[in-house]
């Protein structure tokens, strides 16, 4: 974690993403971080990249969707963009 300034980029499992496996986050779930000091600067969607191999989990086409994020210290507020 910074002190007080800094950048964090995140990739999670989107609320999206159908089936069982790994929690899903929402978009309001990323932007809740700003309680926590963190401001979200921008949420896209994404995917994850996987192996495909006999008995692999499967996933929607293109990859488990996901969203990117970009974050900031609420301290860096001013490099924040809507």
Known sequence: MSP????????AFS??????????VTQDEIRGASRAGWT????????FETLS??????FSPGGPQ???ASIVRAA?????VS
């Open 15 to 24: 609320d999206r993403e159908p089936g069982e496996g790994a929690r899903r």
């Open 4 to 11: 007080e300034w800094g950048d964090m980029v995140a990739l």
């Open 76 to 80: 860096d507020k001013a490099r924040t």
């Open 53 to 58: 191999y006999p008995g692999a989990p499967t």
């Open 66 to 68: 996901a969203w990117l």
């Open 40 to 47: 979200a600067r921008e949420i896209r969607a994404s995917a």
